[in-house]
């Protein structure tokens, strides 16, 4: 029953910067961890980053670690991801993602999905 909506999607040149957003439905986002997935053109989805409700748990791809970083405003009921130094491998579907009552990295213990936002990374 949760419904999410990314934004913050674009056009960008090598190196620079984007940063998406995820906004709930809901009031607040419970005690839900928030996922970060992408899929790039004809390739499977893969995960990218995730944050637990406290922000104790916060997971992220090696390909992105150390350029992305995750972070959520509960009282906002919204989760970020902050990209820099983007390459042009970066390009995707991106799709923030909720799940019922655990932490994970796998797309299958997340239920509920967001409609997607494109980054395109030029180089």
């Known amino acids: 029953q949760v419904q999410l909506v990314e934004s913050g999607g674009g056009l960008v040149q090598a190196g620079g910067s984007l940063r998406l957003s995820c906004a709930a439905s809901?009031?607040?986002?419970?005690?839900?961890?928030m996922g970060w997935f992408r899929r790039a053109p004809g390739k499977e989805r893969e995960f990218v980053a995730a944050i637990n409700w406290s922000g104790g748990w916060i997971s992220y791809a090696d390909s992105v670690k150390g350029r992305f970083t995750i972070s959520r405003a509960n009282a906002q009921n919204m989760v970020r991801l902050q990209m820099n130094s983007l390459k042009p491998e970066d390009t995707a579907v991106y799709y923030c993602?909720?799940?019922?009552?655990?932490?994970?990295?796998?797309?299958?213990?997340?239920?509920?999905w967001g409609q997607g936002t494109q980054v395109t990374v030029s180089s």
């Open positions: 809901e009031r607040t986002f419970s005690r839900r961890t």
């Open positions: 993602a909720a799940t019922r009552d655990i932490a994970t990295t796998r797309e299958a213990g997340y239920d509920y």
